[in-house]
T-cell receptor, first 110, second 119 residues
Framework: RKEVEQDPGPFNVPEGATVAFNCTYSNSASQSFFWYRQDCRKEPKLLMSVYSSGNEDGRFTAQLNRASQYISLLIRDSKLSDSATYLCVVNDGGSYIPTFGRGTSLIVHP | GAVVSQHPSWVICKSGTSVKIECRSLDFQATTMFWYRQFPKQSLMLMATSNEGSKATYEQGVEKDKFLINHASLTLSTLTVTSAHPEDSSFYIC???????????????FGPGTRLTVL
């Protein structure tokens, strides 16, 4: 299985900060990309799909760079409730089998 | 997002018994469902891909005779952990993939997970 790499963190930031996560993938044939959020002892929940042109949803912005094979997630004006683990997911081209990164832990403190 | 249910949410059993976990897509039909396992402080590990009407595809290192998967309908997949042992204790999560019509991105939606403890 092709690799999906994330910096595990933790990223420890104050409320209101802007924080960015990167995720690299090794399979150049990958077709679709997502960011999920997982709270402790809970299931992952879809945060955003990542479109080729980049997309924004409120305080969250996702970008895809196919040439360098990475996706990014930017969180602006961090809230305490943003504290969670953020998982990068890449679907292999063809089989569309999802591959998860190990996740990046974010801790937002007052 | 779409709703996926999982039952039971937790189970405690004795070593040697079998445990069945159900995963249902409640408001859409899922031809593909996935089963994951997650140990504490570790990432999700894909165990198998469950396809309606055909045999599951297991990831390397996952014993298909121990983890029986049945995708009986477009809304139900079951995972049976046979002859469970303490090392099988984990958080088991299923997901269902949104139907692929229209060239969309094939998002997954996760069930709430089943926490299995084998004594």
């Amino acid at each position: 299985r092709k690799e999906v790499e994330q910096d595990p963190g933790p990223f420890n930031v104050p409320e209101g900060a802007t924080v960015a996560f990167n995720c690299t993938y090794s399979n150049s044939a990958s077709q679709s990309f997502f960011w999920y959020r997982q709270d402790c002892r809970k299931e992952p929940k879809l945060l955003m799909s990542v479109y080729s042109s980049g997309n924004e949803d409120g305080r969250f912005t996702a970008q895809l760079n196919r040439a360098s094979q990475y996706i990014s997630l930017l969180i602006r004006d961090s809230k305490l409730s943003d504290s969670a683990t953020y998982l990068c997911v890449v679907n292999d081209g063809g089989s569309y089998i999802p591959t998860f990164g190990r996740g990046t832990s974010l801790i937002v403190h007052p | 997002g779409a709703v996926v249910s999982q039952h039971p949410s937790w189970v405690i059993c004795k070593s040697g018994t079998s445990v069945k976990i159900e995963c249902r897509s409640l408001d859409f039909q899922a031809t593909t469902m996935f089963w994951y396992r997650q140990f504490p402080k570790q990432s999700l590990m894909l165990m198998a891909t469950s396809n309606e009407g055909s045999k599951a595809t297991y990831e390397q290192g996952v014993e298909k005779d121990k983890f029986l998967i049945n995708h009986a309908s477009l809304t139900l997949s079951t995972l049976t952990v046979t002859s469970a042992h303490p090392e099988d204790s984990s958080f088991y999560i299923c997901s269902a993939r949104w139907p692929s019509g229209g060239g969309d991105l094939l998002e997954q939606f996760f069930g709430p997970g089943t926490r299995l403890t084998v004594l």
